[in-house]
Nanobody, 125 residues
């Protein structure tokens, strides 16, 4: 599975962005898809994940109520809608794919099998 993230950019605090992650490969629908972020000098942290069917979603406490993860298996794409952005959301955002049988590890970046290249989100105050 190859992943290509896009949609990052510069936005003012309180604004919104929508990230996309396009996947290649016919087995996309069998993977749990996650978004992680990493700010300079910090470890990569979990943001959100969605089950293979899209019915189950998981969020970090820091983004709950502001971010929404979704997927379109017909288009092999996962999305991250980010609203009410804050300066502390500034990071490089990565999408990643996790084998569906390992869904209980959705928040552990070390468990993910494939990663996209990252897209930079900058939120100005």
């Amino acid at each position: 599975v190859q992943l290509q993230a896009s949609g990052g950019g510069l936005v003012q605090a309180g604004g919104y962005l929508r990230l996309s992650c396009a996947a290649s490969g016919r087995t996309f629908s069998s993977y749990v898809m996650g978004w992680f972020r990493q700010a300079p000098g910090k470890e990569r942290e979990f943001v959100a994940a969605v089950s293979w069917s899209g019915k189950n979603t998981y969020y970090a406490d820091s983004v709950k109520g502001r971010f929404t993860i979704s997927r379109d298996n017909g288009k092999n794409t996962v999305f991250l809608q980010m609203n009410s952005l804050k300066p502390e959301d500034t990071s490089v955002y990565y999408c990643a794919a996790l084998d569906g049988l390992s869904i209980r590890f959705y928040a552990d970046p070390k468990r993910y099998d494939y990663w996209g290249q990252g897209t930079l989100v900058t939120v100005s105050s």
